[in-house]
């Protein structure tokens, strides 16, 4: 058990993680795992590569055997209409269950090419990293909110894995800072149109994962990394309190 000191947990739920297989995702799935969900919850990892997410099932198997947690593995990709369904459809699969707390974390993202703003003449592939970066996490939370509609004491929370740069521009990562701005305000949305579900975008910081490796090879540019456990021990501890406002961008660094 973590040194988290809250008591509550997150209920008896069906809890959704893309981009599971490595990083900061991998390390949300440890999180939860680690005795947070109530007995006779799903946990759903959701990630392009299926050997590792059949590791990590594994890794966590000591964990949700002794919660009697159910892991399914969902090896799809999301930037297809294909994957997006058949995340929802495994969702579906669950939706008799007795849940009480529906938790989608939209974790999976990439870099994009870092160059300069002429140089993005390219429809298709400025299109297909706007098709994951932000349409599949639009078409996958519509999914599961059909799924897991709101009747009476069912919790609703949505996480958008954000960064600072959906707030501030950065030379040469035009794909990356449209993105990460646009699911800011596509969540914003959702919290004003669905006032029972609770949105929170979160910046995790920079942490040890593949993507700041690429970040170092492309731009020589090293930062200080966090431990992905670290922030994800944050984040749960964030969900586990509950007292943020529904819509709110908060960082690693302010909270």
């Known amino acids: 058990m973590s040194d988290i000191t809250n008591h509550r947990t997150l209920g008896r739920s069906i809890c959704i993680i893309t981009g599971a297989s490595k990083g900061f995702g991998r390390a949300l799935a440890h999180k939860v795992s680690e005795g947070w969900?109530?007995?006779?919850?799903?946990?759903?990892l959701v990630a392009r590569s299926q050997t590792l997410l059949q590791e990590l099932k594994e890794e966590l198997q000591s964990f949700t055997e002794e919660q009697q947690t159910?892991?399914?593995?969902?090896?799809?990709?999301?930037?297809t209409r294909e994957?997006?369904?058949?995340?929802?459809?495994?969702?579906?699969?669950?939706?008799?269950?007795?849940?009480?707390?529906?938790l989608l974390i939209n974790n999976a993202a990439t870099l994009g090419e870092i160059s300069n703003f002429a140089s993005f003449t390219n429809i298709e592939e400025v299109n297909s990293y706007l098709s994951l970066n932000v349409s599949s996490a639009l078409a996958l939370t519509a999914g599961i909110?059909?799924?897991?509609?709101?009747?009476?004491?069912?919790?609703?929370?949505?996480?958008?894995?954000?960064?600072?740069?959906?707030l501030q521009p950065l030379p040469s990562w035009v794909l990356y800072c449209t993105?990460?701005?646009?699911?800011?305000?596509?969540?914003r949305v959702l919290a004003e149109e669905q006032p029972h579900v609770k949105v929170l975008s979160y910046s995790p910081g920079p942490m040890e994962t593949d993507m700041q490796k690429e970040i170092l090879r492309l731009t020589g540019v090293k930062h200080?990394?966090?431990?992905?456990?670290?922030?994800a021990d944050k984040l749960v501890k964030l969900l586990l309190d509950d007292d943020f406002i529904s819509g709110a961008h908060l960082d690693f660094f302010e909270v």
Not at 70 to 79: E, G, I, K
Not at 148 to 161: D, G
Not at 224 to 231: G, Y
Request: a neutral charge.
């Open 224 to 231: 200080h990394l966090l431990p992905c456990q670290e922030s």
């Open 83 to 102: 994957g997006v369904n058949e995340t929802v459809s495994m969702a579906r699969q669950e939706a008799g269950n007795e849940i009480d707390h529906v």
């Open 70 to 79: 159910v892991v399914h593995c969902v090896a799809v990709d999301l930037s």
């Open 37 to 44: 969900l109530k007995p006779g919850s799903v946990l759903l």
């Open 179 to 187: 993105a990460k701005a646009a699911r800011k305000m596509m969540f």
């Open 145 to 166: 909110l059909q799924v897991f509609p709101c009747v009476p004491l069912l919790r609703w929370s949505v996480v958008n894995v954000s960064s600072a740069f959906a």
